[in-house]
C-alpha cells in the first residue's frame, strides 16, 4: 500500500512568487492535514479536511494559504504571495477516520520543503 | 493551551547503548494521548509508540519504551540496543481526547554512532 506522497520535496522560489505543495494521501483516508514546521521551531497544525470538506482551518496563517481537496482525493497548498516567513517544511498526514476516542495515529508524508529568497 | 517541550536539540549515542530523550508537556485535559514520532533523513515521519493518560503501565514496543510521569507531566522515549537506523529527528507529541490536532515540541535530532 502506498504511503502519503508530497510534491514537490523541495521548492526554491522568490519572494512574491507563487508556489502550489501537492499531497496524495493514502487511498481510502477520509481525514487529511496540514502541518508547518518552521526551522528550529514546533511542527504546527495548519488545517484538516475530511473528505472534500475543511474541517478546521484554525492554523491558516493568513490569507496568502489557500488549500483544496478536489473530489475529496489530493490536495493542494498554495502560497500566493509568498513570503520569506513562509519558509519551512510543509508535511502532510492522512488517517482513515475520526480520531474522536481513539489514539489517531496519523500517516505523514516526507515534507515538501519550502525555502522562499 | 497545550505546550510540549523537548529540551534536548541534538544527542548523540553508541550503536548498542541505551539513550533517554525527554519530553515535557503542559495540557488541562484529563484524558489524552501521548506520542513519540521518528523522522529519519528524507524519509517519512512515523509513530514510534503511543501512551494513553489513562494507563499508568508505561507503553513498549520492541526496543522502546516511555516513562510516563503524569503528575510530573514528563514522557521521555528510552532506546535500548541503540541501532544506526535510529538516527533520526524525534518528535514529542500530545493530542487531546476528542481531537485530531496534535501538538508537536520542536523535535531531538538523534545520531547513532557507530
Known amino acids: 500500500e502506498a504511503g502519503v506522497t508530497q510534491f514537490p520535496s523541495h521548492s526554491v522560489i522568490e519572494k512574491g512568487q507563487t508556489v502550489t505543495l501537492r499531497c496524495d494521501p493514502i487511498s481510502g483516508h477520509d481525514n487529511l492535514y496540514w502541518y508547518r514546521r518552521v526551522m528550529g521551531k514546533e511542527i504546527k497544525f495548519l488545517l484538516h479536511?475530511?473528505?472534500?470538506?475543511?474541517?478546521?482551518e484554525s492554523g491558516m496563517p493568513n490569507n496568502r494559504f489557500l488549500a483544496e481537496r478536489t473530489g475529496g482525493t489530493y490536495s493542494t497548498l498554495k502560497v500566493q504571495p509568498a513570503e520569506l516567513e513562509d519558509s519551512g517544511v510543509y508535511f502532510c498526514a492522512s488517517s482513515p477516520h475520526r480520531t474522536v476516542g481513539n489514539t489517531g495515529e496519523l500517516f505523514f508524508g516526507e515534507g515538501s520543503r519550502l525555502t522562499v529568497l | 493551551a497545550q505546550t510540549v517541550t523537548q529540551s534536548q536539540p541534538e544527542m548523540s549515542v553508541q550503536e548498542a547503548e541505551t539513550v533517554t530523550l525527554s519530553c515535557t508537556y503542559d495540557t488541562s485535559e484529563s484524558n489524552y494521548y501521548l506520542f513519540w514520532y521518528k523522522q529519519p533523513p528524507s524519509r517519512q515521519m512515523i509513530l514510534v509508540i503511543r501512551q494513553e493518560a489513562y494507563k499508568q503501565q508505561n507503553a513498549t514496543e520492541n526496543r522502546f519504551s516511555v516513562n510516563f510521569q503524569k503528575a510530573a507531566k514528563s514522557f521521555s522515549l528510552k532506546i535500548s540496543d541503540s541501532q544506526l537506523g535510529d538516527t533520526a529527528m524525534y518528535f514529542c507529541a500530545l493530542k487531546r481526547a476528542g481531537s485530531y490536532q496534535l501538538t508537536f515540541g520542536k523535535g531531538t535530532k538523534l545520531s547513532v554512532i557507530p
Open positions: 479536511f475530511v473528505k472534500e470538506s475543511k474541517q478546521d
